[in-house]
């Protein structure tokens, strides 16, 4: 598909949005990835016996409160990647923040992104997006 930027406001480097690239599918990944993570507890154990236990059953159950356009997608799917960057540049946003941690640091949700990287900045490249990476950890 060929892009004319001419079609989009200049992005707008004043403008940041978090871009998390953690999310990981069937299709392209053999299973979900943080799609399906644990269900939180309430901090209140009381409380916390009301409710169900386990994990999220993507794809009808997943873990975010809105249910995305795009279904419960890849971070590896070049045409999500495609997809988010465009929406960006309608947006006006001029800088992807990317949440990023060291393969010893993952969570047990998290799988390894390092490879995945390349792609999201081939992808912001294309709509002439600036990448921050936001290294997660204490």
């Given at each position: ?35 399906d ?32 356009a ?14 988010h ?54």
């Amino acid at each position: 598909m060929e892009i004319k930027m001419q079609d989009f406001p200049e992005p707008n480097y004043n403008v940041h949005a978090f871009y998390y690239v953690w999310y990981g599918n069937p299709q392209f990944d053999g299973k979900y990835v943080h799609w399906d993570h644990p269900l939180l507890p309430h901090w209140d154990p009381k409380v916390a016996s009301g409710y169900p236990t386990g994990r999220h059953q993507p794809p009808d159950d997943i873990g975010a409160n809105f249910y995305p356009a795009l279904g419960p997608y890849s971070s590896r799917d070049p045409s999500v990647l495609e997809e988010h960057m465009r929406q960006l540049r309608i947006a006006d946003v001029g800088v992807l923040a990317v949440s990023w941690y060291p393969r010893s640091m993952n969570d047990d949700n998290g799988e390894e992104v390092d490879n995945l990287l390349p792609l999201v900045l081939d992808a912001a490249d294309k709509y002439q997006l600036k990448v921050l990476k936001v290294s997660c950890i204490s």
